[in-house]
């Protein structure tokens, strides 16, 4: 039975908690609520239901394996690596990374970690050896699922560089000084997965895993479960790094399994769609926004590829009939560039989420009429919120659904506050976007003083993200708090900037940042992508703003890039793109 932690003290709801949003007519405040409670479970008791009504459907189908499981099969399979961990010494509350790219033991490892109580930690994929040592010793992970290698990266290697030891280690319990917490490195093959071979003595293979997992009875592992509580530590993520260092985010099962189960509702999500996700696991986005989303209502997960490809996603689409696709901007851009994008029967799709990054107008336009996605909704949020704070609905005009990222969801409050003062701003006006609620983070882990500056005395998490909200909680995203560029005390925000380029034909995918200048103090650079086949030169850009936007908003420089510096997850790194230019700056004189 859920239950929603508003209204446990009173012995009726009030008509606002009821589902009737708290609005002002003036100040930027809005408050959800919803006729379905908050689940009151934690993830393996929800899934058990699932399981339950679900048994026959399909789970999940990765392509790139060649393997499909059923809701029973998983479950199976989910139980048989939890007693696995349990016999390996995993405990509730123990800190278990997982180093991989997506495939079907990413997905058992999310269910199994839940099932003990242990503490999944994502790691990036694309992290070398000395980013690895931060994740792990940041965490204090205890122990370490990974794949050999995918492309050119050698994870075996890069360990042996991280922990000498690995060579050495008996029974595979390890001993190490680069990080101490460390006690067992699982290596799992997903195109071998029944390969038994150790590389060196001090790693243990995933046979090995459920193989001991035989000898720890049901009943053990049941009971296990029935003392989790669902304000459980669960999770924990690092923050993209798009501004700098990441922060390892603590997550709870109520925090993410509320967060996909009400995500899923938005979209209409049932048991008969199908997923396809081309996003990361290792990413809020993939876990909980795919997985679990799925997961939480009996829907098909279709892994499309290892790491984003666009040729096989659309080929995804078309051969399992998917109904839904997520992604950020990027990934979008290039299954519509793809030059064999019309090949593709895309037919089948109805839905999905565009987020990550801002979403232009134009850009889901063309995927509502050219990739079928008749419903595709703009996803906001963050990491430390679990990650949806705001989604548009089909429901809503197609102004909103293409130009603002929507309405907080149900249980979930926002305001919109003054960069200086930190006063509720008026509807319409410019200020910093803050959430509370079930979906805000635990903390930093071990960090409890970024935690303090993250989220205030009252609960708040401030975003650090620019906006604008209208009377009716619809919000629009105007730029970072810390992108905002101050040019000769004009406060300018690159996303309005960025959406107006956008909207020239040659234009691919645009970024607008500052760069200091003597005179202004900073300057507008505007590095830009076009089409394939496209040229174009400074001043013809120039000439495209001129007259319709102010002129202080007009880029000074103007950069045409092959790629850009981004995430794995396809967000612009704009960081790194101003340190990029600064020193070309200073090498041109």
């Not at 030891?165 to 001993?175: I, N, P, R, S, V």
């Not at 708040?460 to 009716?472: E, V």
Request: charged share 20%.
């Amino acid at each position: 039975m859920g239950y929603d932690s508003s209204i446990r003290t009173r012995s009726s709801p009030t008509p606002e908690e009821l589902g009737g949003p708290i609005r002002s007519t003036r100040k930027s405040y809005f408050h959800r609520g919803g006729m379905q409670p908050l689940l009151g479970a934690t993830i393996p008791e929800h899934f058990a239901v699932v399981v339950q009504q679900h048994s026959q459907r399909e789970a999940v189908v990765s392509l790139p394996q060649r393997r499909r499981l059923t809701y029973a099969e998983c479950a199976e399979a989910v139980d048989l690596l939890a007693r696995g961990l349990v016999a390996m010494g995993f405990v509730k509350g123990d800190r278990i990374g997982v180093w991989s790219t997506n495939n079907i033991e990413w997905l058992l490892l999310q269910l199994a970690t839940a099932r003990i109580g242990a503490i999944l930690v994502n790691i990036n994929p694309a992290y070398r050896p000395k980013e690895l040592a931060y994740a792990l010793r940041r965490s204090e992970v205890q122990g370490l699922f990974t794949i050999p290698r995918f492309r050119n990266s050698d994870y075996v290697a890069m360990l042996l560089e991280l922990i000498p030891a690995l060579k050495t280690a008996k029974d595979g319990l390890l001993e190490s000084d680069e990080v101490p917490t460390l006690r067992r490195v699982i290596l799992y093959d997903p195109v071998s997965p029944d390969n038994t071979q150790r590389p060196h003595a001090g790693f243990v293979v995933w046979p090995e895993v459920l193989s001991a997992g035989e000898s720890v009875p049901m009943q053990e592992l049941e009971a296990i479960t029935t003392s989790l509580d669902l304000d459980d530590s669960i999770n924990i993520q690092y923050t993209s790094g798009t501004t700098g260092f990441p922060k390892a985010v603590v997550l709870t099962h109520h925090n993410i399994l509320n967060n996909a189960f009400f995500a899923a509702r938005a979209m209409h999500f049932t048991e008969t769609d199908r997923l396809c996700v081309p996003v990361p696991f290792y990413h809020c986005f993939g876990m909980v926004l795919a997985n679990l989303l799925c997961l939480s209502v009996g829907a098909c997960i279709v892994v499309a590829c290892e790491h984003f490809d666009a040729l096989a996603v659309l080929q995804a689409i078309t051969r399992e009939r998917c109904t839904a696709v997520h992604g950020v901007p990027t990934m979008f851009i290039a299954e519509l560039e793809h030059p064999q994008f019309k090949d593709f029967d895309l037919s089948s799709l109805r839905t999905g989420i565009m987020a990550g990054a801002p979403c232009p107008s134009p850009l889901m336009k063309r995927v509502m009429q050219d990739m079928h996605c008749s419903e595709i909704l703009i996803g906001y949020g963050e990491t430390e919120a679990s990650p949806l704070t705001h989604l548009t609905l089909c429901s809503d005009n197609m102004e909103r659904r293409t130009e603002t990222v929507g309405t907080n969801l149900p249980h979930q409050e926002v305001k919109v506050v003054g960069v200086q003062g930190g006063e509720t701003v008026s509807t319409g006006q410019t200020g910093e976007i803050c959430f509370r609620g079930y979906h805000i983070m635990k903390g930093y882990y071990g960090d409890m003083e970024a935690t303090r500056k993250a989220v205030d005395g009252q609960g708040w998490l401030h975003s650090g993200d620019l906006g604008t909200m209208d009377r009716d909680g619809y919000v629009r995203i105007t730029g970072r708090l810390k992108e905002m560029i101050i040019r000769g005390g004009e406060n300018i925000y690159p996303r309005e900037i960025e959406d107006f380029i956008f909207t020239h034909p040659k234009v691919a995918e645009v970024a607008v940042f500052g760069v200091p200048d003597e005179y202004y103090g900073e300057e507008i650079m505007a590095w830009i992508q076009l089409h394939a086949g496209e040229t174009a030169t400074e001043e013809e850009i120039r000439q495209f703003c001129k007259g319709r936007i102010a002129h202080f908003k007009v880029p000074k420089y103007i950069r045409f890039v092959d790629e850009f510096p981004m995430t794995v997850t396809g967000k612009l790194q704009k960081f790194r793109m101003r340190e990029i230019a600064i020193e070309q700056m200073r090498a041109d004189g």
